[in-house]
């Protein structure tokens, strides 16, 4: 069955880096995008970045410029570097995928498969 596995999330202050990564097995990761979510405390799930298979990247306005997805289709992995980090980028932070060989879906509801979640929490 597909599996997704966070690691790499923790305490941190504002202003540091973290770099969240996302191990896929049971799929031919090369036919699915990757996407990361965030859920904070109250808030909905909400979408951060996603990735196609080709390279094709989604950001949303928040962590445009601080945030970079990437991934390592040999590697059957996905990345999020995170700087700059913000008291408000504090969230269970989600590694999700969607088999489409062409583009990247810009919402969470777009993806169906999901990763347990990895906690990140900024200090101010």
């Known amino acids: 069955q597909v599996q997704l596995v966070e690691s790499g999330g923790g305490l941190v202050q504002a202003g540091d880096s973290l770099r969240l990564s996302c191990a896929a097995s049971g799929l031919t990761f090369g036919t699915y995008a990757m996407g990361w979510h965030r859920q904070a405390p109250g808030k909905e799930l909400a979408m951060v970045a996603g990735?196609?298979?080709?390279?094709?990247?989604y950001y949303a306005d928040s962590v445009k410029g601080r945030f970079t997805i990437s991934r390592d289709n040999a590697k059957n992995t996905v990345y999020l570097q995170m700087n700059d980090l913000k008291p408000e980028d504090t969230a269970v932070y989600y590694c999700a995928a969607v088999k489409r060989r062409v583009g990247v879906p810009s919402t969470a509801g777009a993806y169906d498969y999901w990763g347990q979640g990895t906690q990140v929490t900024v200090s101010s």
């Open positions: 990735i196609s298979f080709g390279g094709f990247t």
